[in-house]
């Protein structure tokens, strides 16, 4: 594939719920991610985390893009109650595409995708943060709403996470 400026079709374009066959493509996929945030995740934590979003009643839930039936994208969110709403929100904890495809509406439709799940089911707030210098993902971001001028602090508390880190 190539890098592209315009949008897929809706045709070309279908986003679902991860599912067991969709092992291989998502760690792919997974090691890009990681490799963009020059983070190494290990490997009983990419296990953990893949069995949790094929979880039903675990509160991740991970959604695939797939592009002429090929996947080219993931969104990991987890749904988590708020002290500041009654109804659930929803962090998108990492989205990724695959740099082959980007620049054709596949990170703007993950987005989309979520804010309908959010709607049908009544959560509250969708919200989720990258990195300042990540110019072409703040470009999307910003198109949905400015960022907010919170500051985020974090302790690594485990060894997990091997890397710059998001």
């Known amino acids: 594939m190539e890098d592209h400026d315009d949008n897929c079709?809706?045709?070309d374009v279908a986003i679902r719920y991860v599912e067991e066959a969709d092992a291989q493509p998502w760690r792919a996929l997974w090691a890009g991610y990681n490799a963009f945030y020059e983070a190494g995740i290990a490997e009983d934590i990419t296990r953990s985390t893949w069995s949790r979003l094929l979880d039903p009643s675990s509160p991740m839930l991970g959604r695939?893009?797939?592009?002429?039936?090929?996947p080219v994208g993931f969104t990991n969110a987890v749904l988590h109650p708020s002290t500041w709403t009654a109804s659930p929100s929803c962090y998108l904890e990492d989205l990724f595409v695959d740099p082959n495809i980007r620049g054709a509406g596949i990170g703007r439709r993950l987005i989309d995708d979520l804010v309908a799940l959010c709607r049908a089911n009544g959560w509250s707030r969708l919200y989720w943060h990258?990195?300042?210098?990540?110019?072409?993902?703040r470009r999307l971001y910003d198109s949905y709403g400015p960022?907010?001028?919170?500051?985020?602090?974090?302790l690594e508390l485990t060894d997990a996470i091997v890397g710059h880190g998001r």
């Open 147 to 154: 960022a907010d001028d919170f500051v985020r602090y974090q």
């Open 64 to 70: 695939l893009a797939l592009h002429r039936g090929v």
């Open 9 to 11: 079709s809706d045709s």
């Open 130 to 137: 990258t990195r300042s210098g990540n110019a072409r993902a």
